[in-house]
């Protein structure tokens, strides 16, 4: 019996064994650690959880009435209006512009953020729920130079276009030579080269940067212009000897369609009949045309002028130079007698007041308080690069030189890539 068992035990032990022999072991596949997706940022806000609402501001539309819309309460509104000031006031809201509602997603009614988008790289971000609060940001980019040149034969915007410019750049490049090229009486077959900026956002082209050279001819004459930096001031525009291109004033005080009156000490009056002096330059515009002022300076007189000048302002540019605006529809808001006011700012909108024919602008110069030619003006010009820092500023802008076809001197080390240089020229 014994034996038996034995025999038994033995041969379970060798089936056993020979299935073992036989067993083949897979290895356990290892598992792939898992990976969270990235959440979905935007406006510096995880949205992963929340809805977003698209929409444009419409005319005379406020963000008050918005936000009442969409259930946010009198009381925060009126706090949120009293502490964006220090970011960005919601009084500066225009029509047209982008907006984005952010709601929670379990909570359709609940308004989280107002998002509005300031320019195309640029908002403010208005926090709706907990702590009222706001803050400005921008979107990620990258800054690349673009180089155009071009013949003008109908206008500077229609050439620019054919070179596949952004609608702005002609502006800009007006802009840039407002003091000293009349855009007016540019002729067929001038010519133009711009070195810019182009702003890109995940390879989207997203804006216009600045103009960082360019060289406009008109009458076979150059005109250079170099954005830089100087003594940390704003960047600003200098030619190739560093004298600056802004002056004192502005050749014009608005955009207009055409001349319609000049400087004259015998003109008959298109009302009275009467021969009498006109000290002023007549600009056609349409009514309501933005007219802003030539220089810096201080609002001396602000009323109207019974003698046939209807709505009229006077600025006192410094000692020597006064300016006068007539027959004005109506002046900008916060312009007063006593307001100081910067070169370009806004002061009022052209009209047909007093004694007109129709919508003009009359701008008067007064130099040490006699009436001269605006158009004959020699204008006085803002501070030149100053000759011990003649050196740095050919340095920063030699590369630019190039590219716009003007030699550089031998003396000055010019930089392998022009780009290098661009975050100096801000």
């Not at 502005?250 to 369609?257: D, T």
């Not at 003009?360 to 000759?387: C, N, Q």
């Not at 003649?390 to 000055?412: E, F, N, Q």
Request: net charge negative; with cysteine.
């Amino acid at each position: 019996m014994k034996l038996r068992v034995v025999l038994v035990g033995l041969a379970v032990l060798a089936v056993c064994s020979c299935n073992r022999r036989n067993v083949r072991v897979e290895p356990v596949a290892e598992t792939e650690p898992s990976v969270l997706p990235e959440p979905d940022i935007r406006w510096g806000i995880c949205v992963d959880s929340l809805d977003i609402t698209d929409g444009v501001i419409g005319r005379n539309e406020m963000l008050s009435g918005i936000l009442s819309d969409i259930g946010v309460s009198a009381q925060t509104i009126h706090f949120l209006d009293r502490r964006s000031d220090s970011t960005w006031s919601v009084r500066k809201i225009q029509a047209g512009k982008p907006y984005h509602i952010v709601r929670d997603r379990d909570s359709i009614a609940t308004a989280r953020y107002f998002v509005y988008d300031i320019n195309r790289t640029d908002y403010v971000v208005y926090s709706l729920t907990d702590s009222i609060y706001s803050y400005l940001g921008s979107i990620p980019t990258d800054t690349v130079l673009n180089f155009i040149s071009g013949s003008i034969q109908t206008s500077l915007w229609n050439a620019m276009m054919e070179q596949g410019a952004e609608p702005g750049l002609a502006g800009m490049l007006a802009d840039v030579y407002s003091w000293t090229i009349d855009f007016f009486g540019i002729q067929k077959n001038d010519s133009f080269c711009v070195c810019y900026e182009e702003i890109y956002s995940d390879s989207v082209r997203v804006a216009t940067g600045n103009i960082l050279a360019s060289n406009f001819i008109t009458s076979g004459n150059s005109h250079y212009a170099f954005r830089y930096r100087y003594e940390d001031e704003r960047g600003e525009y200098f030619d190739e000897n560093g004298n600056s291109l802004r002056r004192a004033f502005l050749k014009a005080p608005l955009n207009y369609s055409r001349i319609s009156s000049r400087f004259s000490n015998a003109r008959v009056h298109p009302i009275t009949k009467v021969v009498r002096a006109h000290h002023g330059v007549d600009y056609a515009a349409p009514s309501g045309t933005p007219v802003y002022s030539v220089g810096d300076g201080v609002v001396i007189t602000k009323g109207w002028d019974s003698k046939g000048g209807g709505n009229y302002l006077k600025i006192k540019h410094n000692s020597t130079y006064t300016t006068e605006y007539m027959h004005l529809r109506g002046f900008a808001s916060g312009i007063n007698q006593g307001t100081h006011v910067s070169q370009g700012q806004l002061i009022g909108y052209v009209g047909a007041t007093g004694m007109a024919t129709g919508p003009h602008l009359d701008y008067r110069v007064f130099k040490d308080g006699t009436a001269i030619d605006p158009l004959s003006m020699d204008l006085p010009a803002v501070e030149p690069i100053k000759p011990e820092d003649m050196p740095r500023y050919l340095g920063a802008v030699s590369g630019y030189m190039k590219m716009v076809g003007l030699s550089v001197p031998d003396t000055v080390i010019v930089a392998a890539n022009p780009a290098d240089s661009i975050n100096s020229q801000q």
